[in-house]
């Protein structure tokens, strides 16, 4: 019970790598803000955690929009305090709207630098100074390897993961002397709904192109997230933490 009594905020909690991310810390006694745009699905997230004997307090609507994070937050403060740690997990790229970089509309690539990199930014800000005041915090951001590689395909989204480990480190330096730390992950392709989307072959391709011959599960991220987040990893900040079988090297 690593995370008994703390209080973990999550975004994009509903499915996927948030929910895996959600579940292992209310397996180790954390209680949960967590964040989506999907009711009903972060409702079952919800469940799961209070099944475990959790608090959760759910907060639902459309992250890009700032009026709507600080409500969010302020209303997660309300019902949990600051949170002791907050993983920005949610992110995604143009996905059906992928295009070169050169024919993208500027509507999609605003999207995608909205919801992979500004949603972090501006919900970070709204943890950090309660954290400071408090003289503890774990911020742990998610990323992704193709901010490391540049996937074809991905220029939009390669620039905001790449922005999410620049955010990381300058805000590692600026609030190492208040006893918090913030770091990053890199998933690799993950099974997570937008590879279960994916047709068959671009999945075996994709799983192929990874030196361990799979994909990475969703729980291999939230083990990497909770020790980031964990006393283990106190002296450890502003760093990238690759986790993708082999894919790509830091
Ligand atoms: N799955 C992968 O292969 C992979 C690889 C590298 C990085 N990542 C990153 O991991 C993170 C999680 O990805 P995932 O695959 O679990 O995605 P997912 O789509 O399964 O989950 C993302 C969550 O965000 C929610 N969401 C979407 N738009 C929202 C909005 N406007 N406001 C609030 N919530 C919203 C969704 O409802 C969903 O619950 C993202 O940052 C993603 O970029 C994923």
């Known amino acids: 019970m690593e995370f008994q009594d703390k209080a973990v905020a999550i975004t994009g909690a509903a ?12 397996a180790e006694g ?20 209070r099944a475990m004997g959790r608090k959760v307090h759910t907060g639902v609507g459309d992250f890009r929009k700032l ?98 480990l620049g ?3 300058g805000l590692a330096r600026e609030i190492a002397p208040f006893g918090m730390t913030a770091n990053a992950v890199c998933p690799g392709p993950t099974n997570t709904r937008a590879m279960q989307r994916i047709p068959r072959d671009s999945f075996e391709r994709a799983r192929d192109a990874v030196p361990m011959k799979a994909i990475c599960d969703p729980e291999d991220i939230a083990h990497a997230v909770l020790f980031l987040a964990s006393d283990k990893a106190r002296y450890i900040t502003g760093q990238t933490l690759p986790v993708n079988g082999g894919r790509v090297f830091n």
């Open 15 to 26: 499915h996927g790598i948030g929910r895996a991310i959600a579940l292992a810390f209310a």
């Open 30 to 49: 954390a209680d949960l803000a967590i964040f989506d745009i999907d009711a009903e699905a972060l409702e079952e997230t919800a469940g799961l955690a």
């Open 67 to 164: 009026e709507v994070i600080t409500a969010s937050f302020a209303a997660a403060r309300e019902a949990l305090g600051t949170p002791d740690v907050l993983i920005n997990n949610l992110g995604q790229t143009a996905r059906e709207q992928t295009t070169a970089f050169s024919e993208a509309p500027h509507d999609v690539l605003d999207f995608v630098l909205d919801i992979s990199l500004r949603a972090a930014v501006h919900c970070t800000r709204e943890v950090v100074g309660g954290m400071k005041a408090r003289g503890s915090g774990r911020i742990v951001s998610i990323s992704s390897d193709s901010a490391l590689n540049g996937d074809l395909g991905c220029v939009d989204y390669a620039a905001a993961k790449s922005g999410v």
């Open 167 to 169: 955010f990381t480190r």
